[in-house]
């Protein structure tokens, strides 16, 4: 019974992440779109590493996987935007910190699975890791940023 509302639970915040996202798409400032997405995106990451504790893989490779779609939205949102990083700091240096964080944090994650299961984090943070290396060298004006 107790593993039935421990499945029931991560279906639950499985499908309350996805609406997360649904409602970050829903916000017409690109800026806090991009914001909203990168919180998404360490909620994602906290119910992967719950789930991952609780021995749920899938409910873990989904979170990842919502991760992994929060931080592009992020970077694109922030595209969208038509900013110049180097002129209009301060939404890409937020995402470029943030990014970094969810790194460190992703790294960490990495570190404490089952050797078997490590595989599952390196595509997403591989992603995180290319988007962020974009923006940092955006913000230092060493890489031409495209617009919409």
């Given amino acids: 019974m107790k593993s039935l509302g421990v499945a029931l639970l991560f279906t639950l915040l499985a499908i309350g992440a996805r609406a997360d996202l649904t409602a970050v798409l829903a916000e017409r400032n690109l800026e806090k779109r991009a914001r909203k997405a990168l919180e998404n995106a360490d909620r994602a990451l906290k119910a992967a590493r719950h789930a991952y504790e609780h021995g749920r893989i899938d409910p873990a490779r989904s979170a990842l996987e919502e991760l992994r779609e929060s931080v592009e ?14 002129r209009s700091p301060r939404p890409f240096k937020h995402a470029e910190i943030k990014t970094r964080a969810l790194l460190r944090r992703l790294k960490h994650f990495q570190d404490r699975m089952a050797v078997d299961d490590q595989e599952m984090v390196e595509p997403v943070s591989r992603t995180v890791e290319t988007i962020h290396e974009d923006l940092l060298l955006g913000i230092m004006g060493k890489r031409k940023w495209g617009g919409k």
């Fill in 73 to 86: 939205l992020a970077h694109a949102s922030l595209r969208q935007t038509g900013k110049d990083p180097v």
